[in-house]
């Protein structure tokens, strides 16, 4: 039976993935002078979404030869590592990005409200399982007015190890008392549906402009269900679950 939805943050309930590609390539454009966003850091981003802020600052540092130019500013940002300037210019930026609630609110998905209510229709307990730092998700949350609907929420500073590691969605699934392959995982990005895949939970794909290459680049979803279009997401949860829990008695 499923008796538990648990659900990424970014790029699955708002599309905050974009905000943070969008905070990267500016960052790279301020730090190189450039007339206008550095669009090779949006693609850069696009193939690490859904990882750790360490390894996505890293990636896209890596994939646009930056650290010589971050080195210099190390001091001046009071950290010891390149890529953390890159981390710290970007956070930065997305912060002012979203601190207006209207940003947030213009970039949740339309069914995003429909699946917390998927959730409450058939009685299943709700989860956050998300690679966000605590603080940020919780202003998310409260932009969008989701707090009311989940019953725990788990970010970055909940676990040792991040996505695709599945230790954030073994924790939500203990924290809700549900195990594994009672839960309903909905993720986004390569790494979170691996996450979800390898705690032995229902993965559904939800295949979004920003992730869908990765997706079908990779492997994962040989074990997870995909959507890739937000009209049929409702439906295709409401099916999974009934049919999981008619094959389950």
């Known amino acids: 039976m499923i008796t538990a939805m648990i659900f990424d943050l970014d790029g699955t309930l708002v599309q905050s993935e974009k905000l943070k590609a969008q905070s990267y390539a500016i960052a790279v454009q301020r730090m190189r002078g450039l007339p206008e966003p550095e669009n090779r850091a949006i693609e850069a981003y696009r193939d690490i979404a859904g990882a750790s ?10 994939s646009l030869n930056l650290e010589s130019g971050l080195q210099p500013l190390v001091a001046e940002y009071g950290v010891t590592e390149a890529w ?7 956070k930065e930026i997305y912060d002012d990005m979203v601190a207006d609630p209207k940003v947030l609110q213009d970039n949740r998905w339309p069914h995003t409200i429909g699946l917390l209510q998927v959730a409450r229709e058939t009685a299943c307990r709700t989860a956050l399982a998300t690679m966000s730092y605590r603080e940020e998700a919780v202003h998310v949350l409260k932009a969008l007015e989701l707090e009311q609907y989940l019953d725990v929420v788990l970010t970055r500073e909940d676990v040792a190890k991040a996505k695709p590691d599945p230790e954030i969605y073994l924790l939500a699934g203990q924290k809700l008392g549900v195990d594994p392959q009672d839960c309903l995982v909905l ?8 996450a979800g895949v390898a705690a032995g939970m229902n993965v559904i794909a939800v295949a979004t402009p920003f992730t869908v290459a990765g997706l079908h680049s990779s492997e994962v979803l040989e ?3 995909v959507v890739h279009e937000g009209d049929n997401l409702l439906d295709v949860v409401k099916e999974r679950i009934a049919n999981h829990n008619r094959s389950a008695h």
């Open 84 to 90: 953390e300037v890159l981390s710290s210019m970007r």
């Open 223 to 225: 074990h997870a269900w």
């Open 53 to 62: 802020r360490q390894v996505a600052s890293r990636h896209v540092m890596d």
């Open 187 to 194: 993720e986004d990005s390569p790494n979170g549906v691996r």
